[in-house]
């Protein structure tokens, strides 16, 4: 091995571990009052698809896997949990007005359809994230159920945009 080839080497080296030092917070946000989890019309198998499909950047409940702890990929998973939650959290669901709930109930059902969510660079390494075609027709019978249900508290105009809280 040359000279500057191994200087080289030993530079990267040491970028890298001098890199680990500087890791992303992992503390969730604040609790909420109640979670979507805390929701008594919450269907059991609703449940179970946003816990292995949504829950790890769209809540507090997020698993950090062994990957996210080593820099810089740390740096970008902890980025796109922030950016989940900047979304929306289910961990926060009570703090959510009728309005915000219906337009997240209705970006959730428009995102899976489209492939959106999850993320495909996610799903490689949570293939249990994956959402087959009964998973798209439950969540989406469920969210619009629930859109029905919320259209009363927030009036005839649910296209009005105050959408202040989502940051694209």
Not at 38 to 62: F, G, K
Not at 78 to 103: I, L, M, T
């Amino acid at each position: 091995m040359s000279q500057k080839l191994r200087r080289g080497f030993l530079v990267l080296i040491g970028i890298f571990a001098v890199a680990q030092v500087f890791q992303p917070d992992r503390q969730p946000p604040s609790p909420s009052a109640s979670s979507i989890w805390d929701e008594p019309t919450l269907p059991t198998e609703v449940s179970a698809i946003l816990s292995r499909a949504c829950s790890d950047c769209h809540s507090n409940r997020t698993e950090w896997p062994w990957y996210s702890r080593i820099s810089p990929i740390s740096w970008l998973v902890a980025h796109d949990v922030d950016e989940g939650r900047g979304h929306f959290n289910f961990s926060q669901w009570s703090d959510y007005e009728p309005y915000r709930r219906y337009k997240i109930l209705e970006e959730i059902c428009e995102e899976v359809e489209e492939g959106e969510m999850p993320l495909a660079i996610y799903l490689p390494l949570h293939p249990e994230a994956k959402l087959d075609a009964e998973d798209l027709r439950t969540l989406c019978t469920w969210t619009r159920t629930w859109m029905d249900e919320l259209r009363p508290q927030i009036g005839d105009s649910p296209d009005r945009s105050e959408d202040h809280d989502h940051d694209d």
